[in-house]
T-cell receptor, first 114, second 113 residues
Framework: EAGVAQSPRYKIIEKRQSVAFWCNPISGHATLYWYQQILGQGPKLLIQFQNNGVVDDSQLPKDRFSAERLKGVDSTLKIQPAKLEDSAVYLC????????????FGDGTRLSIL | AQSVTQPDIHITVSEGASLELRCNYSYGATPYLFWYVQSPGQGLQLLLKYFSGDTLVQGIKGFEAEFKRSQSSFNLRKPSVHWSDAAEYFCAVGPYNTDKLIFGTGTRLQVFP
């Protein structure tokens, strides 16, 4: 089966610019996650979707980050405006359903803010 | 508060040597426990998981882990390391019946020939 697809793989922007990341989960997976992984740290959950609804966005900086999964399949994560501390790898993961592990991860998007 | 501690930031072993990566967790109830591996430039791959039952769990690539409730530990082991095992290893805890994984800060494994 095809894995979780993410694009772009790398992105370099200047602070205060905007950026968007795309994720296509494994076919049939109802649950989709976005994680932020800062260098030297473990991934931190930003937002979790169940189909096209948000389950948990408690750690999403909502003043600058937004995410959507309009049709319950692929998802977009946006940052506007970007800050230097947003430099990180953004990982997307999916699982068959809630409470069912494991989560399958994509290769991530590495974001550098200048 | 729930947390995961991986006390070793970086470990170096020789190929063929045994390996143990430490993981301690803080959680008030029975946790779900996981070990993931991340190769450079790639996402995380699940090595093994513990939900309940036998406290010694077997995973992929010859890895195993032992859950010790009295020590709040879930250490990862491999009897003989291969050069391809060089990567970053993350321990994670997930509260019962939810999806929210809390990751440790990772242990980078370097393997010398």
């Amino acid at each position: 089966e095809a894995g979780v697809a993410q694009s772009p793989r790398y992105k370099i922007i200047e602070k205060r610019q905007s950026v968007a990341f795309w994720c296509n989960p494994i076919s049939g997976h109802a649950t989709l996650y976005w994680y932020q992984q800062i260098l030297g740290q473990g991934p931190k959950l930003l937002i979790q979707f169940q189909n096209n609804g948000v389950v948990d966005d408690s750690q999403l900086p909502k003043d600058r980050f937004s995410a959507e999964r309009l049709k319950g399949v692929d998802s977009t994560l946006k940052i506007q405006p970007a800050k230097l501390e947003d430099s990180a790898v953004y990982l997307c993961a999916s699982s068959l359903d809630r409470g069912l592990q494991p989560q399958h991860f994509g290769d991530g998007t590495r974001l550098s803010i200048l | 508060a729930q947390s995961v501690t991986q006390p070793d930031i970086h470990i170096t072993v020789s190929e063929g040597a045994s390996l143990e990566l430490r993981c301690n967790y803080s959680y008030g109830a029975t946790p779900y426990l996981f070990w993931y591996v991340q190769s450079p430039g790639q996402g995380l791959q699940l090595l093994l998981k513990y939900f309940s039952g036998d406290t010694l769990v077997q995973g992929i690539k010859g890895f195993e882990a032992e859950f010790k409730r009295s020590q709040s530990s879930f250490n990862l082991r491999k009897p003989s390391v291969h050069w391809s095992d060089a990567a970053e290893y993350f321990c994670a805890v997930g509260p019962y019946n939810t999806d929210k994984l809390i990751f440790g800060t990772g242990t980078r494994l370097q393997v010398f020939p």
